[in-house]
């Protein structure tokens, strides 16, 4: 088990119904985790880090009326002495589609 020096989340609003949650662990590969969700209901969750920069959600997935569409990216960008969580994609909320390109989703100094 390895014990993380500090743990940081960022929650961010999408939509009227959805969110996301960046986890970073203060690790030094940048590891953080990220979840979509509407009403704690898991969307999406998925793992990046400085050497699995980008992951890609293979299928759609909705819960209540949110649909997070198939081919949506969460990268990790790093900038300095910080990285940032951005995300691309389209999410449906209520028949209503909302694109996302390049959207910070979370920024963290590394630690």
Known sequence: MTAFTSVNTVTTPLTINSQSTSTYNGDPNQTTKVTFSYQNNLLWATQVNNTASTQTLSADS??????????????????????????????????????????????????
Do not use: C, M, W, Y
Request: hydrophobic share 40%.
């Open 62 to 111: 909705s819960a209540g009326p949110v649909i997070l569409r198939a081919g949506s990216k969460v990268t990790l960008q790093n900038v300095g002495s910080s990285f940032n969580i951005l995300f691309t994609g389209v999410i449906v909320d209520s028949g209503s589609e909302t694109p996302f390109n390049g959207t910070n989703i979370g920024t963290f100094s590394l630690s």
